[in-house]
Structures are given as C-alpha cells and as structure tokens.
C-alpha cells in the first residue's frame, strides 16, 4: 500500500507537470518548490521510511486456502461485468 501511496504521488507530480497537485513540500525548516526537487524529496522521504522498516514479516507456510470452483468463479466475476 505504502508503495502505491508513493507511485500516486510521483504520478501526480509528472503526469500534471502544468497543473501540480503537489505544488510545494515542507522539508525540515524550508519549502521545496521545483517539481523536481518536490520528486526528489518524495523519493527520499520513502526510501529511507521503507529502508527503516525491520522485523520479520509474517509467513504463510502451511497455510490452505480455499478454492473457487468455476461455477463460483462465474458467479462472481459475473457481477462485476458490465452489460
């Protein structure tokens, strides 16, 4: 989730280079106004979050999981079709 929050934001910064939704970021005791420097500071504020995270993540070994049959897969995929 963490990773598409960051992909949203580098998205919003480039694909709207004329109309930026984030147009300025506060970093310590300055603001960053560039574009690229606003990417530049995104980017780093992620990796170092996500560089920091430790600990052993969960595992799923041995761990069933129930199946869809094809009628049920049908069921449901069928409620999201459109027409």
Known sequence: MLIQFFFFII????VRSNSILLKALNVGE?????????IREVVNFFTSYTSSISG????IDGVSFVRLSEDQN????AIFEIG
């Open 56 to 59: 052993e993540r969960p595992k």
């Open 11 to 14: 998205k919003c910064v480039k």
């Open 30 to 38: 300055e603001w960053v106004l560039s574009p690229v420097d606003v």
């Open 74 to 77: 049908r069921e449901l995929v």
